[in-house]
């Protein structure tokens, strides 16, 4: 991808599934990364895995404080922030009536609250520099709605929402904002629902055209372009890639 070689990326979650996918395809593009997530034993082989080029950090997606302090510590190793990508997240999976409010909490804070606070801790130092690319992970389940997963569902539609109305925002400093939504991938995340419910999970492959689960990689591959100056002219927009689950 053009213009990615040296530039800085900070990627939440990037201890396993598409976090971590989306890490090691942006150090293959040439970029220096900040491999963040809860589980720093991840995220260190995340960045083993890169290189010298890389650095983990141990960072709670839930606190601005925390991203704020993971920002500045991803820039005293690194350099500036120039690409940002939360793929931090956490559901789930039961009927709506079935859950408790703890797990709303839960997810709420995690998936939205955290993608919420990522990107205004990235924003100073990219406003000051003029310059910047963001990517939200959310779902296709934030297009049109997942049974089992309503308020997982709630949450990824309002990354949309939020991410189109801070593109607005930050526009005229020149920083560009994306949403990526992945149908079912191939995650430990996933390995667990279908697990738990292997009726779900043949059911989801038998809906999907494609016959098949996303890979990580697939999902970072979008990532990589969208961040990319392939894409300098994109900003506010929701790519699914779902294998045509989802076609809207």
Not at 39 to 55: F, K, M, P, Q
Not at 106 to 131: E, F, P, S, W, Y
Request: contains cysteine.
């Amino acid at each position: 991808m053009r213009g990615l070689q040296d530039r800085v990326a900070l990627v939440t979650g990037a201890a396993s599934g598409i976090g971590r996918a989306v890490a090691l395809r942006l150090a293959d593009e040439g970029c220096r990364v900040a491999a963040v997530d809860l589980n720093l034993e991840g995220a260190r082989a995340t960045a083993v895995a890169i290189g010298d080029s890389a650095c983990a950090l141990r960072a709670d997606v839930s606190y601005l404080s925390a991203m704020r302090e993971a920002v500045a510590a991803a820039e005293s190793a690194l350099g500036p922030l120039d690409v940002l990508v939360s793929c931090a997240g956490w559901d789930r999976v039961e009927p709506f009536v079935e859950s408790a409010e703890e797990t709303w909490d839960r997810v709420l804070t995690i998936n939205l609250k955290g993608v919420i606070a990522c990107t205004r801790a990235a924003l100073d130092g990219m406003i000051d520099r003029g310059a910047g690319a963001i990517v939200n992970i959310s779902s296709d389940a934030g297009r049109v709605g997942s049974s089992g997963e309503v308020v997982y569902s709630g949450a990824k539609a309002g990354i949309i929402g939020f991410s189109k109305a801070v593109a607005r925002e930050v526009a005229r400093h020149h920083i560009r904002v994306n949403v990526v939504c992945p149908g079912p991938t191939d995650t430990p995340m996933m390995e667990e629902t279908r697990r738990a419910n292997p009726r779900l999970g043949d059911a989801l492959l038998k809906a999907i055209p494609f016959r098949r689960l996303a890979r990580p990689e697939e999902v970072a591959a979008a990532v990589a372009f969208l961040v990319s100056d392939d894409a300098a002219y994109i900003t506010g927009q929701t790519l699914s890639v779902s294998g045509g689950l989802t076609m809207v």
